[in-house]
């Protein structure tokens, strides 16, 4: 999905899968080149790092919902639903 070409290419590439805390230690190890990660995590700051993606998280509810009228929904508005 993000480097097809390089796949095809003369260039070896091994794929493993990490989660992406691990992932990211392996790299500060330089046991790995690169990671695709979420980047949720504390220690982000000490790695080069691009966004390549971004996801959005929607909440669906009916059109007589308390919230439905709403344009953004924190965690907090969610806690007794």
Same mark, same amino acid.
């Given at each position: 999905?993000?480097?097809?070409?390089?796949?095809?290419?003369?260039?070896?590439?091994?794929?493993?899968?990490?989660?992406? &805390?691990?992932?990211? @230690?392996? %790299?500060?190890?330089?046991?790995?080149?690169?990671? =695709?990660? /979420?980047?949720?995590?504390?220690? $982000?700051?000490?790695?080069?790092?691009?966004? &390549?993606?971004?996801? @959005?998280? %929607?909440?669906?509810?009916?059109?007589?919902?308390? =919230?439905? /009228?709403?344009?953004?929904?924190? $965690?907090?508005?969610?806690?007794?639903?």
């Amino acid at each position: 999905m993000f480097f097809p070409d390089m796949l095809i290419t003369s260039v070896p590439v091994e794929l493993y899968e990490y989660g992406s &805390i691990r992932a990211a @230690r392996l %790299v500060m190890e330089e046991t790995l080149d690169l990671a =695709l990660v /979420n980047m949720n995590f504390y220690e $982000i700051d000490k790695l080069n790092s691009h966004q &390549i993606l971004s996801d @959005r998280i %929607v909440f669906c509810v009916s059109p007589g919902h308390h =919230l439905a /009228n709403e344009k953004e929904v924190s $965690i907090e508005m969610l806690k007794v639903e």
